[in-house]
């Protein structure tokens, strides 16, 4: 072979290894669905909640993911009624593409204490700003660990399992908030509720809705852990301390959105959102053992920073005199909006989605928050059509529910295709080749 084919073959071979570098650091499917179905205790049982309408199959919408152990946990917000059960897990060892969803910590637990019967859906154009305010129930419940309507949760190191309970049914119909927004908090290891806090009525708002829970805590003192849930709805975050099992309000311009990023264009569907701080990570331990607390509004590209310390001194924070504590980080640029960080201390990364791109992307903590220094680890316009939640785990996966809630909320999903994808991915392969990589 002359020279230049050696030459010509050298280069075919790095650029085939580098494609297949590229590609295999690209998420991979786990499980996916057309339309979720649930572990029923019997097929009866699942018969008759299809006739009285507490089982609407193209109702259940997955929104939020959390891995522990063997399990992967799966919320079903009750946007309309005919949710099955709100939170879930499926076995991470289920051979099945898409397997059935197990109700945690039990049926019962998920049972909703008043009947709510299918309305016809009230707000054509959907998203929740155009619902109807939502009816007091009043209900007292029977078991504690009843869940009614949960976003997003999250595990912390003391395995234990956090849930924001929003305790609205039937959102995008006729509203019914059966109990106050509420947080839980389960013993993974015995599946038993340890604690049930209901946010005091004062520190909510008209326009308030809590659709995230992130958890600051230690291995080595569980008790001493704080929870941080945002108000998209009315630009607050609601601080709860487990030790003192109270709750206070932080407000601060940085959780307003950027009136100049709520346009969105996803899977062909165009809205316009105001929903202010959503996304929060809990950065790394510092020289003086304070950690940093990222966070940005939903309909913005801009990210922000604040010391937990500053978040868990109430007189301060509340008292009119920490506005300065709170830092600007930088900008993710153009269709930037992101609905989930986290970060990841293995690697130093904060690991966000991309609404707008139909993406994941990376930063490193290490580097300026520009628009160069960001990674983008994955882009497909058909299986990750709004990644709406993410997590890392203890082994360095990432894991990323995308869930097409636009078409959900707005339009209508294909029954036949595929709408609900859990991907997942390693961290260090995922960042490799990007600015993320140091």
């Not at 309309?80 to 879930?88: D, F, M, P, S």
Request: net charge negative; hydrophobic share 35%; charged share 25%.
């Amino acid at each position: 072979m002359n020279p230049l084919g050696m030459v010509s073959l050298g280069l075919m071979v790095c650029l085939i290894g580098g494609f297949s570098r590229i590609a295999s650091a690209k998420l991979e499917e786990k499980f996916s669905w057309k339309q979720l179905a649930f572990d029923w205790p019997t097929p009866e049982a699942e018969a008759e909640a299809k006739s009285n309408g507490h089982y609407i199959v193209e109702n259940n919408l997955p929104l939020g993911v959390e891995r522990w152990q063997n399990r992967i946990f799966v919320t079903v917000p009750r946007w309309k009624a005919g949710v099955a059960a709100t939170l879930n897990y499926i076995d991470i060892n289920s051979t099945e593409k898409s397997p059935k969803l197990h109700p945690y910590p039990s049926w019962e637990a998920n049972k909703l204490p008043i009947d709510v019967q299918p309305q016809d859906q009230k707000t054509p154009s959907g998203g929740r700003l155009d619902a109807d305010k939502a009816q007091d129930a009043g209900i007292q419940l029977k078991d504690n660990s009843t869940v009614i309507s949960t976003f997003r949760i999250q595990v912390d190191v003391c395995d234990r399992l956090w849930v924001l309970d929003t305790g609205l049914a039937d959102i995008l119909g006729s509203p019914k908030q059966i109990t106050p927004n509420s947080i839980l908090v389960f013993d993974l290891k015995t599946d038993t509720l340890l604690r049930r806090f209901t946010i005091p009525a004062d520190q909510t708002k008209e326009d308030s809705f809590f659709a995230n829970i992130v958890v600051d805590a230690d291995r080595s003192e569980c008790q001493d852990a704080f929870a941080y849930i945002p108000d998209l709805g009315a630009y607050g975050v609601i601080v709860y301390s487990l030790r003192n099992d109270k709750s206070y309000r932080v407000k601060h311009n940085f959780f307003h959105f950027d009136p100049l990023q709520g346009d969105f264009n996803v899977g062909g569907v165009n809205f316009q959102w105001t929903d202010g701080v959503f996304g929060l990570a809990v950065g790394p331990m510092n020289p003086d053992h304070s950690k940093d607390i990222y966070f940005h509004a939903l309909a913005s590209t801009k990210e922000f920073k604040v010391s937990n310390r500053v978040l868990q001194n109430e007189s301060h924070v509340t008292g009119g005199d920490s506005y300065y504590d709170f830092k600007y980080v930088g900008d993710r640029g153009m269709n930037g909006q992101s609905t989930a960080e986290v970060f990841d201390p293995e690697t130093g990364v904060i690991f966000y989605t991309q609404v707008n791109k139909d993406a994941i992307a990376c930063w490193n903590i290490k580097r300026p928050y520009t628009p160069d220094t960001q990674g983008l680890i994955d882009s497909d316009s058909h299986t990750l059509v709004f990644p709406n939640d993410m997590k890392i785990d203890n082994e360095g996966t990432i894991w990323v529910l995308s869930d097409k809630m636009p078409t959900y909320l707005y339009k209508e999903l294909d029954p036949s295709a595929v709408n609900y994808r859990i991907l997942m991915g390693q961290n260090r392969d995922l960042i490799k080749g990007t600015p993320c990589e140091m």
